[in-house]
């Protein structure tokens, strides 16, 4: 089945303490991206992906890391969490020019 | 700087009601737009637009964009309580690939 998958779907964490969400995809897609959702904000762009090694900043990147070493998998690392991160993320990937799949969401929460 | 604003921002109907849901975008570099639907969890693609003046169809559900003007609307005709969740309208920039999102329209479908 063509799908974005994310890992975990649910974290609490404290402040500091680093984190990884993962994300897959086995659609073959070349572009990859992150966003965050928060209440009365909407989705807003973290970080992007054109390509293997092609990352570039969104939106929102304060504070997050990404990197793309395989095609595949497009994580979004936390150095140092902090309460402003307590968030819905999620993943998505496409073909140029084609729609946008999701990932199920990951909802973090940084006390 | 980018804009994509959906009105209105929340709805409540009846069962059998129709509905248009509005999306004005001020985006350079448009490529195409997308209409997603949110209920709880991921968002799921219903329509990509790239060109005026052609509808998409999906049961009950069609869609318009208007480049000339900048919007597209989004409408559900005979609604039914399934159809209560969050419609996204998204923007795609060309080049970047960019997904600009309007906050989104609540809608409540009562039986």
């Known amino acids: 089945e063509a799908q974005v998958t994310q890992n975990p779907r649910y974290l609490i964490t404290v402040t500091g303490k680093k984190l990884t969400v993962t994300c897959s995809q086995n659609m073959n897609h070349e572009y990859m991206s992150w966003y965050r959702q928060d209440p009365g904000l909407g989705l807003r762009q973290i970080y992007y992906s054109m390509n293997v090694e092609v990352t570039d900043k969104g939106d929102v990147p304060e504070g997050y890391k990404v990197s793309r070493k395989e095609k595949r998998n497009f994580p979004l690392i936390l150095e140092s969490p902090s309460p402003n991160q307590t968030s819905l993320y999620f993943c998505?990937?496409?073909?140029?020019?084609?729609?946008?799949?999701f990932g199920p969401g990951t909802r973090l929460t940084v006390l | 700087e980018d804009k994509v604003v959906q009105s209105p921002l929340s709805l409540v109907v009846h069962e059998g009601d129709t509905v248009t849901l509005n999306c004005s975008y001020e985006?350079?570099?448009?490529?195409?737009l997308l209409w997603y639907k949110q209920e709880k969890k991921a968002p799921t693609f219903l329509f990509m637009l790239t060109s005026s003046g052609i509808e998409k169809k999906s049961g009950r559900l069609s869609s318009i964009l208007d480049k000339k003007e900048l919007f597209s609307i989004l409408n559900i005709t005979a609604t039914q309580t399934g159809d209560s969740a969050v419609y996204l309208c998204?923007?795609?920039?060309?080049?970047?690939?960019?997904?600009?999102f309007g906050k989104g329209t609540k809608l409540t479908v009562n039986p």
């Open positions: 998505a990937s496409s073909f140029s020019r084609g729609t946008f799949i």
């Open positions: 985006v350079t570099n448009f490529r195409s």
């Open positions: 998204a923007v795609v920039k060309g080049g970047s690939e960019k997904l600009v």
